[in-house]
């Protein structure tokens, strides 16, 4: 069994870091939890003080990791984290990529990689080996782009699978215990198949780069990106949208039979780049699995939703057209609309909202009725911002959650000066239900935390079951080219889907 590294300097039998000594860690991470999954309130000991205070929510879980923080450097390469999915026994499972072995031939390229942790950050030996999962197709840059754990315990992930000449769409599954489930995807010898399914839209010479995944409630997967198209001269990014059936092959019932469909440029002759599916706080599809779609058009200071009808067809119910623009702008010193819409999320009344930056440089939300008209109830006239970094610095918002008390939570990074020379540090705000920001949590309203002096940053993050907030991405080290995993817990409020017992909705296992 492969035994990775894992920079966890609090837990319990540490000395060597073996995978006998984690086992140990993890049986006592277990027991742990079950206080941790129900609790109305959650405890934080100071040790250095030796006294206990109630966790504030925004307080850096100091239970976590070393010092609220987890940092996985896996080979010593290249290592990136984007999606977080909790579990329902405080466990959770994590995507990205690693720089790791070709599974032919010599050397090495960018691997889809698939971790699953403990409720203490420790990687969970059960899963892979040592914890971690990668995949490599053909010699060629694979990631991770989303993950949703199954109510079986399997694991689905999407990404970019490529040749040696273009990246294309790609769903991998995992059985519970982190191999290849050999029932899903393309053919393989005999009756297997390889646990994956690759699609290319664009043709043997264009890339092909899904960034959000989402399961419809028959078990058809949904995963949408970009890919590239010419006209006016130029190849542009448009959006794409595909569908595979629950065990991996082209649905051609979708779009009207070709199994995905390219979405008409938001701006004339521009490329569009895909950033999200709008899921609510469980990770589900609104209803009658309609599909909110969103991103922007970079360059034409543009974001946009788009909605789709469950198989696939443009949701005219929506705006009339089946999508929104908004442009970011500034009048009378009040900045207004996105120029980057990085992540969106639908309320239990089918609300939409949505993070992103404008030109105030900050984490700006918006909120949109379901029939994508603004909702100016929401903030000031629909929108509302929290920003850290001063003057031109900038503030760049990657990812969005919902707890189940309706408060909104954004991840990214923050421009901090105040150790010395500006870098970027983990960055969590968060909103109440109406768009106010919330300045009971962290301080006031925000929390900004750094992992190392150089460079770390959030691309996803996710409420658990505790109402606990996980944050994730990547670090930095002195001195060191390389990028790790890194992950951040801070305090939230109990969650109230949760609190009472009640079993919690699709999404958590």
Not at 54 to 69: C, E, L, N, R, S
Not at 170 to 176: A, C, D, E, P, W
Not at 265 to 284: E, H, S, V
Not at 350 to 358: H, K, P
Request: charged share 20%; net charge negative; proline share 3%.
């Amino acid at each position: 069994m492969k035994c990775t590294r894992n920079r966890i300097t609090s837990d319990p039998f540490v000395p060597g870091d073996s995978c006998a000594d984690r086992a140990k860690s993890a049986s006592i991470a277990r027991s742990g939890a079950l206080a941790r999954r129900f609790g109305a309130t959650v405890l934080a000991f100071a040790c250095s003080a030796g006294s206990a205070f109630a966790a504030h929510p925004g307080d850096v879980d100091t239970g976590f990791g070393q010092g609220g923080f987890v940092v996985n450097d896996f080979f010593g390469t290249d290592e990136q984290l984007y999606a977080i999915a909790p579990m329902r026994d405080g466990r959770f499972v994590a995507t990205g990529k690693v720089v790791g072995a070709n599974a032919n031939g010599s050397g090495g390229s960018e691997n889809v990689a698939v971790a699953r942790y403990l409720p203490n950050g420790a990687l969970d030996d059960s899963f892979g080996g040592g914890g971690l999962f990668q995949l490599d197709v053909d010699a060629a840059s694979d990631e991770g782009r989303a993950v949703r754990v199954l109510s079986d315990g399997s694991v689905l992930v999407g990404g970019t699978l490529s040749t040696a000449s273009h990246s294309d769409y790609g769903v991998v599954k995992l059985r519970r215990d982190g191999s290849l489930d050999t029932t899903f995807g393309e053919a393989d010898a005999g009756n297997a198949r390889k646990g994956y399914v690759r699609l290319d839209i664009g043709g043997p010479t264009v890339h092909d780069n899904p960034y959000a995944m989402a399961v419809q409630r028959n078990g058809k997967i949904i995963l949408a990106g970009i890919t590239r198209v010419f006209h006016d001269g130029f190849w542009y990014g448009q959006v794409a949208v595909a569908r595979f059936t629950a065990d991996g092959v082209l649905d051609t019932t979708f779009a009207g039979g070709q199994g995905y469909v390219v979405l008409a440029p938001f701006f004339g002759a521009a490329g569009d780049m895909l950033t999200t599916i709008a899921l609510d706080q469980a990770g589900n599809l609104g209803a009658d699995d309609r599909i909110v779609l969103g991103g922007y058009t970079p360059g034409r200071n543009t974001a946009f939703l788009a909605r789709l009808t469950a198989e696939g067809a443009v949701d005219t119910s929506f705006n009339t057209t089946g999508r929104v623009t908004f442009q970011a702008a500034t009048s009378s010193g009040v900045s207004s609309g996105l120029y980057m819409l990085a992540a969106a999320r639908l309320t239990r009344e089918g609300r939409i909202v949505v993070v992103g930056e404008g030109n105030d440089r900050g984490m700006a939300v918006m909120r949109f009725n379901a029939n994508g008209s603004l909702d100016t109830a929401f903030g000031q006239n629909g929108r509302s911002l929290i920003k850290f970094s001063g003057g031109a610095d900038e503030d760049i918002a990657t990812a969005l959650a919902l707890q189940g008390n309706g408060k909104i939570v954004a991840a990214g990074s923050a421009t901090n000066r105040a150790t010395g020379a500006a870098h970027q540090d983990f960055f969590v705000g968060r909103w109440n239900a109406d768009g106010s920001v919330d300045t009971s949590f962290g301080d006031q309203g925000l929390k900004v935390a750094q992992v190392s002096t150089v460079e770390d940053g959030a691309y996803a993050v996710a409420v658990e079951i505790s109402g606990d907030i996980l944050a994730g991405g990547y670090t930095s080290r002195p001195n060191v080219a390389p990028q790790d995993f890194a992950l951040l817990r801070l305090f939230g409020d109990p969650d109230r889907i949760f609190a009472n017992g009640f079993d919690p909705p699709p999404g958590f296992l």
